[in-house]
Structures are given as C-alpha cells and as structure tokens.
C-alpha cells in the first residue's frame, strides 16, 4: 500500500480572495508539510505593478494572511507566499510585509526567521539584454521601446530555485515578489525529492486554491497529498465540494496556451502521459506527468513583466436612447452593441452591460460596496454555470472609479458586461445571491452605502467614452471634445455620468523571456533575511539563490507547442445527419486571458460521445476557428484534443494587449460567445463511433 509521505495545503486562489476557516482547520487535522498561496496574478492589468497598489482590501488580505500565520504556528510548517501585493513589485512587496508585521504583532509571533525574496530589476539592465538582442518574445507584443522600458518597472517571475534556497536555509515564512505561482508549491516537494513532474503538475492544480474542484472557487482551501508509488491526490477539506479526475483533468488547462504542455523557468511540464485517477467519491490524483530539462530557451529563462504609465484617464458613462445608437460609428463602445466584444452583436445575440453604481457618505463606503457586489458577480458559481472563468467583462484597469457627487456624497461606479445566454438566465438568482452574501458576510457595507445596478441592453443602452492623456487640461480638452462627439449624434440621457477622474492608465510594457543566466544567477531574487518578533524585523544579511539542474533529458515525446495534440483538418466522412447546439453539448465553454497576448478557449464535453462527435465534425480545426470567431488564420495559435477530460482547447493570439487603452475585457474571461453559439454538425460516421462507446 503506497504511503504518504508529503501534504500540502492551498490557501485560496490569491491572498485577499478569502477562505472558510473552518476550511484551514479541516485541513490541518493532517500531517501538514507547508502552507502555501500566490498572493497575485497580471490578469488584473498593469496598474498595480505600475503603482505599487493593491488589487485586494487590505483587510481582506490581512484576514488571509493571519489565518495562515495561525495554521503555522500550530502545525510548525513553513509558510509560503508568492507575488506579494498583488504584481510582486517591491513596493508591493513592502505592502504585503507591512501587513506581515501588523499580523505577527497581534499574534506575538516571536522569533520567526523570515526570508524575503525580492523580483523586481532594473531597466536598464533590460535595455542592454535588449540592444545584445536576448529578449525573446512570447508571442505577439508588446513592442519593445527603451524610453518606454526606462518608464517602466519591471520584475521576473521567479522560478523555484530562491524558494527552496530560503526553505534550505531554514526559513519558516518566505515571502516572496514576483513569482511563477506554480514554482510556489513545486519548490519545497523538489526538495524533498518528490519527482519533479508530480511536484509541478500538483502546482498547477493547487496554484488556484478550490478553482479545481465540483464545484470550483478560488475562495476556498485545497490539499494535496503526495504518495511514495508517484501518485498525488487531492481533496478537498470543505464537505461541499469534492475533486474529481475530471475537475482535475479540466484545471490542467486552465490558462494555458496548450493542453499538454507547459513552460517553466526551469524546463517544461509534459503530461501527454498523465492519468488522472479517482480514489474514492471525493478524491482524485495524478500519476506520470514529467518533467523535462529542455535546450535554450529552456532552462533558466526567466519571463519579464514590465508596466509603465499613459497618463491621467478621463472616462464618462452616457445613457442612450436606443434609436441613437446606430448613429454612432463602431469605434464608440456602447453596452448593448459592442461593450463586451469589439464585434457589435449579431442575429439572436444579447449583450447585457451590467452598470454597478454606488452612493455612501464616505468615499471607502462607496468604494467597498461596489467592490463587494463586483467581486461576487464575476466570481459567483450557480448551477449550469459554463464560463467558469469569470460571469462578466471589465473594460478598465483598475475597473472602478470612485468620484464625489454633487450633494456631498461619494459615488463608485463599475462598468461591465457579458453575452452569455446561461447568465442570463440565471441573473435574476445569481443577483439575489450575491446581495445574500454581502448581507451575511459584510452588513456594514450595505448599511453604509446604497447601490443600483443599471442593466444596460439594446433597449437602454450605455456607451463608455475614456481619454486618456499626461497633460490634464489636454486631458480635459480632449475628453470633452470627445464626449461632445458621441452627444452630437446621440444625446446623453438623465442618469449619465460624464467626465469622472477615473485612476491613471498604465499599459504593458514588457513581456519576454530573459536569457542570461548571468543576471538571473548572479542579479536577480536577492533572498533578504529577518529576525521576527511581533512588528520589530531585524535584518540578518543577504544571500544568494543556489541554482541546480530540474528535470529529466533525453525525453522522447513531442515538446513542439504547434503540433502536439493538434486538431487536423480532415474532411468529414459520411452525411449530417444532425445538427446540435454546443451549449447542450459541453458542460463547460470558457474563455481566459493566458498571459497578456494570447486568449484560449477550453470545450469540455458531457461525454465521450459529445467529444468524438465534435472532433469528427471538421468543426474545430484551425482553419475553421478562425472563421467562427473572425479572425485570420495567422491568429490562431491552435487548437488542440485532449482525451484525457474530452476537452477542446482554442489558443489565439490576443486583438490587442491586455489592458489597453480600448480593451472590452482585461482578464478575457467573457470573449467566448461566438463559441457558445455554434452548432455542431453530427455525421453518421460519428453516429456509429459514439454507439460504440
């Protein structure tokens, strides 16, 4: 009988998401090796590495943090936390070990040794490695530009490496900057020689905390364990929510551009091979992925991230009567048209934009309402739920804009939007819950604030006007002129708010890999020690990571993105005889941001029968794609079968830079609709293939 020999648990999915603690305490009635959670992600925009900000309430976070600081103390395992603050800059960093101090005063922690990992870089290093040409690109965009990467701040995403130097070392709490999320859970199983393909694949599915169980949110704990037979399991220390080799299989998709294969600082996740396993009704585990030490750029490429700031921002919100709207020429985003997508809507399509608005006597009351009820409406998960990697579409960066009203009071507004026909059947449930939550969770938030939520549509629709400029009377100027503009043709409404100071725009400067292993040796992720006793750290000196070979060589599978798994374009054999629309087909149909150039779609089929049916029909191949969500076929990175969760993955190279002056959905997660639509034509070849199953 195989025997346990590592346990790790996931806090949540990002510190400040939040988590049942009677979750942690479940958890905990185990053997407990480390505490782990990433603390933050690019998918929000380049704002928060720009500014040094936080994505989360800090009390949010705060709260997170002291439960985990709770579950170390009692279990003596370490704790580790990556890409602190949010985008793991070192203001950000400086953020979050503010809040690390706070909570370690009100605990008395005493004598804690703490490792601060730093993964922040100077630009002008970056500028050399630019002009010796070792940038490497990681898809299409940004374009380089040394004014606009001397702007900039950058960080590295770090690898395993400085983790497990820290824990080597002995240190109970690492807290890390930027880091690769994955390499936070694979750094302390590796160096307990746990096999390096385990020990990255249970990174990946733990790296989003309970997102990979039935039903999934990064708002709850998840366990892995790990077995001396090279298996790992996952449960799920909440009652309500269980993990399957299905939930597992369809999580290893989740933000990757490939089904099967994944890039790392060190080399290259492969699991063409993995089993996904059921152990009991609420258990499931994984065995044979592996992990491969690759030629250049693999290993020690280290991927960049770089923000810099546009300007001030400048953005109105303009009520419409809906006979004005086709007046106005497709580059104005209006909800009920175009607000979600750039593609206006077409035939029975519906465009909802959901308008959160708040008023309190406080600006912080206003501010944290609308967050609440933004924050539940993307993340909520309801029964028939198919997009599941978010309900709704942002188009701003930070996505709220907070502003002072006439009478004295503070207002908050949020715009949004989605075109998904299984959320609108569910709004009116899915508004009532999230309204029950807040009211359980957070009361004070709506005692001290009131809200509304404007349901804009081809009926009463809402066009966004956003300028944005460095100079702020050309700022005003010009966000007039252009508010003026979309007037003339179509008069704004009672209701409108026009010319709010939304927060300043930043754009993505940098996103490529980093190739020399001399600045990634000897430059980057300075590990800075502490002696910890309640708020007061004392500085213990500075070391450097230990750097050492992960992997196997000499692999004989496929590593080649573009080809591996590859749906062909083959012709169909037989008649149609049937046509079905996806959405009875496929349990989930979602859309995500992975990374900020490139969009992937993930189908993931109710059966076996829907899944052959569907790649039998022709319908999924690159070429025909690339005609369903009107894009040229250079667009599309790929699209790709995979078996092991009868699953469809869609990879495309993003219209835009996530985040951009005019994006319609910064995290992507709402860009799937021409998909859900589709009608799959079923031929009697697959007939007879799927009565055999």
């Known amino acids: 009988m ?20 009677e979750s942690m305490e479940k958890a905990l009635e185990g053997r407990i090796d480390a505490i782990v959670s990433d603390a933050g992600s690019m998918d929000a925009g380049p704002y928060y590495l720009g500014t040094g900000t936080e994505y989360f309430e800090r009390e949010a976070v705060k709260a997170d943090w002291r439960h985990m600081v709770e579950a170390a103390r009692k279990t003596g395992a370490p704790v580790i936390l990556g890409s602190s603050g949010m985008a793991g800059g070192d203001r950000n960093l400086a953020w979050m070990l503010d809040v690390a101090k706070v909570v370690f005063a009100e605990l008395g922690v005493k004598d804690a040794k703490v490792a601060v990992i730093g993964a922040e870089l100077d630009p002008e290093i970056v500028i050399a490695e630019l002009r010796a040409g ?39 709490y690492v807290i890390c900057g930027r880091s690769c999320d994955i390499a936070l859970f694979a750094a302390d199983m590796i160096r307990r020689g746990i096999d390096a393909g385990l020990a990255y694949h249970v990174g990946h599915v733990l790296e989003c905390g309970a997102l990979a169980c039935d039903p999934g949110s990064p708002s709850d704990c998840l366990v892995a364990e790990i077995y001396d037979d090279g298996s790992a399991v996952f449960v799920a220390p909440n009652p309500d929510r269980r993990c399957t080799p299905y939930s597992i299989a369809a999580h290893s998709l989740y933000e990757e551009s490939h089904p099967q294969l994944q890039f790392y600082p060190e080399g290259i996740l492969a699991m063409e091979k993995t089993e996904f396993f059921a152990r009991d009704g609420r258990a499931a585990g994984i065995r044979g992925s592996r992990f491969v030490r690759s ?13 810099r700031r546009l300007g001030g921002r400048k953005v109105s919100l303009l009520r419409l009567d809906p006979a004005d ?9 209006v909800y009920g048209r175009n607000g979600v997508q750039p593609r206006p809507v077409a035939g029975d399509e519906t465009e909802l934009g959901l ?46 804009v907070s502003f002072g009203r006439e009478d004295g009071s ?24 999230v309204l029950r939550i807040i009211s359980d969770q957070f009361p004070d938030a709506l005692a001290n ?38 007037t003339a043709l179509a008069p704004a409404q009672e209701g409108s708010l026009v010319g709010l100071d939304a927060p300043d725009a930043y754009e993505w400067s940098l996103y490529h890999l980093l190739q020399n292993e001399a600045v990634i040796k000897d430059t980057m992720f300075p590990i800075t020690w502490y002696a910890a006793t309640g708020a007061d750290w004392t500085e213990q000196g500075t070391t450097r990571p230990v750097y050492g070979d992960i992997g196997e060589t000499g692999y004989a599978g496929s590593l080649d993105d573009r080809a591996l798994s590859l749906i062909a374009d083959v012709a169909p054999d037989g008649p149609v005889h049937a046509t079905t629309p996806l959405l009875d087909m496929a349990v989930v149909i979602r859309s995500k941001d992975a990374g900020i150039n490139r969009l992937t779609f993930d189908v993931i089929f109710t059966s076996a029968e829907n899944y052959e049916a569907a790649l039998r029909s022709n319908a999924f191949c690159a070429r025909a794609v690339a005609g369903t969500l009107g894009l040229p076929a250079e667009r599309i990175v790929g699209t790709f079968f995979v078996d092991s969760c009868d699953a469809i993955k869609i990879s495309v190279d993003r219209p835009n830079i996530s985040a ?13 609709s021409a998909i859900e639509r589709m009608s799959v034509p079923i031929h009697a070849e697959a007939l007879a293939m799927a009565s055999a199953f």
């Open 449 to 486: 604030a009131t809200w509304t939520i404007h349901e804009a549509g081809a009926g009463n629709p809402v066009a966004l006007v956003r300028t944005i400029d460095r100079d702020p009377k050309a700022l005003a100027t010009r966000h007039a002129a252009e508010v003026a503009a979309v």
């Open 295 to 307: 030629g250049k750029p693999w290993p020690w490429s280290i991927k960049l991230e770089g923000a």
């Open 2 to 21: 195989a025997q346990l020999v590592y346990r790790v648990v996931s806090a949540c999915g990002a510190l400040g998401y939040g988590y049942p603690r």
């Open 660 to 672: 951009s002056p005019d994006e319609h959905d910064v995290f992507g997660a709402q860009q799937q």
């Open 355 to 400: 308008i959160v608005e708040t008023t309190s006597k406080t600006e912080e009351g206003a501010v944290l309402l609308a967050s609440l009820l933004t924050h539940y409406l993307i993340h909520y998960g309801y029964p028939g739920r198919k997009a599941t990697a978010g309900n709704i579409a942002y188009p701003l960066s930070p996505n709220l």
């Open 325 to 333: 709207v086709a007046k106005l020429p497709e580059s104005v985003l």
């Open 134 to 172: 070792r940038l490497r690109p990681t898809g299409v965009g940004p374009e380089l530009d040394e004014a606009a990467l001397r702007e900039s701040v950058i960080v590295g995403q770090m690898g395993i490496h400085p983790i497990l130097t820290a824990l080597e070392a002995g240190a109970q």
């Open 410 to 433: 503070f207002g908050a507004v949020v715009p949004s939007g989605t075109r998904d026909p299984v959320f609108f059947a569910n709004y009116a449930k899915i508004k009532a819950a």
